[in-house]
């Protein structure tokens, strides 16, 4: 597991932690569903935002992935090409 899975699995855990820690507290139900909601406006916008980090992430390391599969193709091409002169080189050698 990376560390943006761990941070967003803790992020996750503390919204659940504070949802039920709101729940058992001492104040008045009207209170009480307002600072539920403002924890979970929160928690909204925390995972956006780690949303975000991993789409990114992801997205670079795509990047990467593809330079690297072109790199390797265009070493494939280049000794493809090599090979089928040197078979011409010798073709043309055994016909003379």
Do not use: N
């Not at 209170?31 to 956006?48: F, H, P, V």
């Not at 980090?53 to 599969?69: P, Q, T, V, Y």
């Not at 494939?76 to 090599?82: E, F, I, L, P, R």
Request: overall charge positive; glycine content about 12%.
């Amino acid at each position: 597991m990376c560390a943006t899975e761990k941070a967003v699995w803790f992020l996750i855990g503390a919204s659940l932690g504070a949802g039920f820690a709101l729940l058992y507290a001492p104040q008045s139900g009207k209170d009480t569903r307002k600072q539920i909601r403002r924890k979970a406006e929160a928690a909204t916008d925390s995972l956006a935002e780690a949303g975000g980090h991993i789409k990114h992430a992801l997205a670079e390391k795509g990047e990467r992935i593809a330079d690297a599969g072109k790199e390797v193709y265009r070493k494939s091409a280049s000794a493809v090409a090599g090979a089928a002169e040197s078979a011409g080189g010798l073709l043309s050698r055994a016909r003379g």
